[in-house]
């Protein structure tokens, strides 16, 4: 019932674990339970042979393992344990307080002002080597954009020169551009006589003779006029034949054929 007690008063009250005997080493532990205005701190002395002990004014059996304390009563249930490695003092498996250590070298373990120590120490290193990759990086990271740079710098004036051998030679090589004029076509078959404007750069054309558009298509001597409603007309340059459907239907003289040069 003690140790049931101690789990449900530690909170709120300072305990102490005096010891009668100290046969071996002592561990001093400092553990702090609650928190704000109703933290409270206990401070435990541990005999690292065990043995008996008293806890709240009764006597209890005390057990040093490698990690642990645990104090019982006999013919009691119930136990406090006090692990020394995570510091957690834990009454009837309930955690009631956290502690910190001294001494624990008695136990071959670290004590935990040393750990925490040794922790720190191993921060600035992990620290220090952080930085010294990070720097490490910057400075691979300049050197590569200034190698970046200098290759831009060459290709750039490769590009220059480039351009400006280009320029020196360069060639006009532009298609002339045809000047658009008109042909005359005066094309007189039986009794009528019709006459044709036909453009000299060929393509679609509105033929005012038939009232329609017409693909024109000039070859060396010849155009070919195609009619969506007569079908293919051919005007011979040199002849002044006019073919309809295959047939001759008129002849022809022509006014401007330059145009076609």
Not at 40 to 56: A, E, H, I
Request: net charge negative.
């Amino acid at each position: 019932m003690k140790i049931l007690k101690l789990a449900m008063i530690f909170p709120f009250v300072l305990l102490l674990f005096p010891v009668s005997i100290f046969a071996g080493e002592i561990i001093e532990a400092e553990c702090t339970g609650g928190s704000g205005s109703e933290s409270k701190t206990l401070f435990v002395l541990l005999d690292t042979d065990g043995g008996k002990t008293n806890l709240m004014g009764e006597e209890v059996d005390l057990l040093i393992t490698n990690d642990k304390a645990i104090m019982t009563i006999e013919n009691e249930p119930g136990q406090v344990i006090i692990d020394f490695k995570s510091g957690n003092l834990i009454a009837n498996g309930q955690k009631a307080a956290l502690c910190k250590f001294s001494n624990l070298d008695a136990l071959k373990m670290e004590n935990t002002e040393d750990a925490a120590s040794d922790i720190l120490e191993i921060e600035q290193k992990k620290t220090s080597i952080l930085d010294g990759v990070s720097e490490y990086k910057e400075v691979e990271i300049i050197q590569l954009l200034e190698s970046m740079k200098t290759q831009l710098e060459k290709i750039e004036a490769k590009l220059d020169v480039l351009n400006a051998q280009e320029n020196e030679n360069t060639v006009d090589d532009v298609t002339e551009v045809k000047e658009i004029e008109i042909i005359e076509a005066t094309c007189e078959g039986g009794n009528e006589v019709v006459l044709f404007f036909i453009r000299n750069d060929g393509g679609t054309q509105y033929i005012d003779a038939f009232k329609e558009n017409a693909e024109i298509t000039f070859t060396e001597d010849k155009v070919l006029i195609r009619l969506e409603s007569s079908g293919l007309m051919v005007m011979d340059f040199k002849s002044g034949d006019l073919f309809i459907g295959g047939e001759k239907q008129a002849d022809c003289k022509f006014s401007n054929l330059e145009a076609l040069r």
